[in-house]
């Protein structure tokens, strides 16, 4: 459901969500410490609210087995314009983040998940865009939302689709994604998700300049989108994961009618249950070159 | 006839007006430097940010490269302000570069600002000693009671309910410019008068505001002081009560002034007195552009004309009344038809049919509103056209020539009226013709010359 223009304010008045990765799994093995990088981020977020008195910052933890409301800005405003003071946002937001975490620690090991070291991003996507959503459905007036993933983890090849789902929803409902990638290796997920849906990438170099980045790239309101030098997306990853074992692959085989995905010839397709023909005798002849162009 | 137009911006003219020392003064205060920054063009906070935790000197060259072709000249839209208001300092380096850097006291507190957040402005009273606060929706009837309060005072000083107790030197003030008074005769408004009652109320509050700070020097009040409690002022919390103790002798003085506004409500408790500011105070530093303050709207045109305005108030009626004809009244509704006579009344009193149709649109009740066009069609289109029957004469002061003793003397008149642009009619069967009058003069030599 498209906002019609007319609904938003003027400008700049933005509604900032943000995914802070709190995966243990990758903050325990990362250079810079997670107390450094709070301190950036919680600066940033700041600064957002110090732009303007209209301006949003909704706060989403993505642990490692589940996701959390952490901060809403909106949600403190009992004061009027006096909404999202730092003595508040400080406090609020650690305060949850640290039951966050905890409740986060427990969840695991409750239920191991095994092999993999990623974050639940699908779901703090999926809960942002639903805020965002409620926001373009309440009220007369509302910010312009956008979405910035600070996402350290690798990709979690099992949540390809969900993930995917949440992307093109995103594009659809024209939020970009934002992405501060600040792992060792560049994320597909992201990467796909900023180039869809007209967001911005970055792979930040200097971890102790954060904040400068966050501010320089991803402080631009969508309004000064349009008249600045932004980071351009070079070599996006456009890889698919297959549906069956999850793994990133170059090629495979593609169901003619659900379009789902497989690294390997099945009988019968799992997603929608066409019945396929017979097993092809060479994968190169036979199978679709999986390439995924964007729309 | 001069026209008189109302400017009214935002607060941020005025004070980039104030002298450089003067601004500097006030970037002492951490609460006018976030009041400048939201001010900003979206482009030009952006900068402040960026620049926010570099020290030195960035040249102008590299700053125009983060901007994309298209949208250079909102860059130096964004840079010509800031050096205006001197966030940035411009500077040329050895090279013969420009150069801008942040203004180190607004940089300093900013910095200040993002780290340890923002802090109240003053801390409100604690609830034991301020019972019975007003709720919010009390607060803001209260405010808009007061603020139309004193326009009826001021455009009627007769007719008002309850007289407020801005001196009447104040308010004359005010009047001034909006009242004419000649001898003997009640006062009437003037044309920038009845331009200041079809503004929005944020439009008129600044207005009002800007009077109020221009006389402050009469007064015996510092112009950049009273800037810096009001913008301080718009950061108190809406609905708090606050300890009018903590305020400076000056600072009370301006603050009954302000009560009068409807912008704080003073109330009293059996030692203490302490003020509540209304949103009209926490709106000030909020750049009027914004649409965000926009209050529900209250009339419903027809396309027969006729015009029904949900509204108690004796201020909207008397608005109406400037345009339309008022035909009769309910307790709760206005019932009037635009008709060619009241509009001709209207534009008598130099309101423009624009102002008019933007009046309609701005205050369209929020059953219309959601229809585009939230006026019909008709009815706009029928204001403007009876606004441009009144211009199909233009009156050009003229002289009239005739019994020219041959046709090439006439030819040549024509001619030399034509160079210098002031030809305005020509009749060569009868040899007459018609100059603008102030070129009455020239023609006379070149007529004299040609016997």
């Known amino acids: 459901m498209a906002s019609a223009p007319s609904k938003l304010y003027a400008d700049d008045v933005s509604l900032l969500v943000v995914l802070l990765d709190t995966n243990p799994f990758f903050w325990s093995t990362s250079a810079l410490p997670f107390s450094k990088f709070l301190s950036h981020v919680l600066a940033f977020l700041n600064s957002i609210l110090v732009l303007n008195q209209l301006n949003e910052v909704v706060v989403i933890g993505t642990g490692y087995a589940s996701c959390k409301y952490l901060y809403n800005s909106s949600s403190y405003s009992n004061h009027g314009l006096e909404d999202g003071r730092m003595p508040a946002l400080c406090t609020r937001l650690l305060k949850n983040l640290e039951e966050f975490v905890i409740g986060d620690e427990q969840s695991i090991k409750e239920d191991p998940k095994g092999g993999t070291m990623s974050s639940l991003l699908s779901g703090s996507l999926s809960m942002a865009l639903c805020y965002i959503q409620k926001v373009f459905r309440s009220g007369s007036l509302h910010p312009q939302p956008r979405i910035l993933c600070l996402q350290g983890s690798p990709d979690g090849p099992e949540q390809y689709v969900a993930i995917m789902n949440a992307i093109f929803s995103a594009q659809r409902s024209m939020v970009p994604i934002d992405s501060c990638y600040i792992g060792s290796h560049n994320s597909a997920f992201l990467q796909q998700a900023s180039y869809i849906t007209g967001g911005v990438y970055l792979k930040p170099q200097q971890m102790d300049g954060l904040f400068q980045y966050l501010s320089t790239v991803f402080g631009t309101d969508l309004h000064s989108r349009t008249f600045l030098q932004l980071p351009k997306s070079v070599g996006v990853d456009f890889r698919a994961s297959c549906f069956c074992h999850k793994k990133t692959i170059d090629m495979g085989y593609v169901c003619s009618v659900c379009l789902s995905i497989f690294c390997k010839h099945h009988k019968k397709c799992s997603t929608c249950g066409s019945v396929f023909g017979e097993t092809p005798v060479e994968l190169d002849s036979v199978s679709k070159l999986k390439r995924k162009t964007p729309e | ?451």
Not at chain 2, 402 to 424: H, I, K, M, Q
Request: hydrophobic share 40%; proline share 4%; net charge negative.
């Open chain 2, 1 to 451: 006839m001069p026209q008189v137009k109302i400017i009214a911006k935002n607060f941020m003219d005025m004070v980039a007006s104030l002298p450089a020392m003067k601004l500097d003064q006030l970037y002492e205060n951490a609460f006018i430097c976030e009041a400048i920054l939201r001010s900003l063009p979206p482009l030009a906070k952006k900068f402040v940010l960026q620049m926010l935790y570099i020290d030195g000197p960035v040249s102008a060259k590299s700053m125009e490269e983060w901007v994309l072709p298209d949208g250079v000249s909102k860059y130096k839209v964004a840079v010509d302000r800031l050096i205006q208001l001197r966030v940035f300092i411009e500077t040329a380096d050895r090279k013969r570069e420009t150069t801008y850097r942040l203004n180190p006291t607004f940089q300093a507190n900013l910095q200040k600002l993002l780290i340890h957040g923002e802090v109240l402005a003053r801390e409100p009273m604690p609830s034991n000693i301020t019972v019975r606060l007003p709720s919010l929706e009390d607060l803001e009837a209260y405010a808009l009671d007061q603020w139309e309060c004193f326009l009826l005072q001021l455009i009627n000083s007769g007719q008002a309910e309850k007289p407020s107790n801005i001196s009447s030197s104040v308010m004359k003030v005010f009047q001034k410019g909006l009242l004419s008074q000649r001898d003997k005769e009640a006062p009437r408004l003037t044309e920038s008068g009845f331009q200041f009652l079809l503004m929005e109320t944020n439009a008129q509050l600044w207005y009002i505001i800007r009077e109020y700070i221009s006389n402050a020097e009469e007064r015996g009040v510092d112009p950049a002081d009273l800037i810096s409690f009001l913008l301080e002022l718009s950061f108190h919390v809406t609905g708090e009560a606050y300890d009018i103790d903590t305020l400076s002798d000056e600072q009370r003085y301006a603050i009954k002034d302000l009560a009068d506004l409807g912008l704080v409500k003073l109330q009293q408790g059996r030692k203490e007195s302490w003020f509540i500011p209304t949103k009209l105070a926490t709106n000030l530093s909020m750049s009027l552009a914004d649409s965000s303050s926009r209050k529900l709207g209250f009339v419903v045109v027809e396309t027969n004309f006729r015009m029904y305005a949900y509204s108690t108030s004796k201020l909207h009626c008397e608005i109406l009344r400037l345009f339309s004809r008022i035909e009769y009244q309910l307790p709760n509704l206005i019932v009037g038809a635009i008709t060619k006579e009241s509009l001709y009344n209207a534009f008598k009193n130099g309101i423009t049919a624009e102002q008019i149709v933007t009046f309609l649109q701005q205050n369209a009740h929020p059953r219309v509103a959601e229809r585009i066009p939230s006026v019909p069609e008709n009815v706009t289109d029928q204001i403007r056209l009876w606004e441009s029957d009144l211009n199909r004469v233009d009156i050009t002061p003229a002289h009239f020539y005739d019994e020219f003793p041959s046709r090439e003397v006439f030819e040549a008149a024509c001619d030399y009226a034509r160079e210098w642009n002031g030809l305005l009619w020509e009749d060569s069967k009868n040899l007459r013709l018609v100059v603008k009058a102030d070129i009455h003069t020239h023609m006379r030599e070149h007529l004299r010359r040609q016997k």
